[in-house]
C-alpha cells in the first residue's frame, strides 16, 4: 500500500514538530527521540520492532517519541537517510545522534547504547 506525498509529508512535518518540542522542553535531555527504519517483510524487523517497543515501554515510559518507519513504504527515506542496513535505530535526542544497525536482540547492549543503562564495573 503507497501512501500519498503529502501523508508522507505530513509524517515528516510531524518527525519534526516532535524534536523541536523535545528540545525546548527543559528536561531534554532526560526525553528520548527514535526513529526505527525496518522492512515490514522481514522476521528481524519484527524482532527489532517488538524488542524496542518492549525497552521503550518498560525503560522509557513517557519519555520517549518512537517512530517505526517501513522503508517498502517510503524507499526514498533509505537514501535520504542513509540507511545501509536493516533495521536501523536512530537515536535523535539526546544528542549526540548515534546509530544502531543490525541486531537489536540483545536488550542490555540497546539499553548501553542508548546511555539508558550503565556498564556495571566489576
Known sequence: MKESRSVMSRRSDDARRRL????ARPEA???????LYVSGRRPRSAQAI????????EHL??????EVIDVDENPKVVQREQIFAL???VRELPE???????????????????????????
Request: glycine share 8%.
Open 20 to 23: 523541536e518540542e523535545a528540545l
Open 29 to 35: 535531555g532526560k526525553h528520548y527521540v527514535l526513529r
Open 50 to 57: 517488538a524488542t524496542l517497543t518492549a525497552l521503550c515501554r
Open 61 to 66: 515510559a513517557g519519555r520517549v517519541d518512537l
Open 87 to 89: 533495521p536501523t535505530l
Open 96 to 122: 549526540p545522534l548515534r546509530r544502531f544497525v543490525g541486531d537489536l536482540a540483545d536488550p542490555s547492549r540497546v539499553l548501553l547504547g542508548l546511555d539508558v543503562a550503565t556498564r556495571k564495573v566489576s
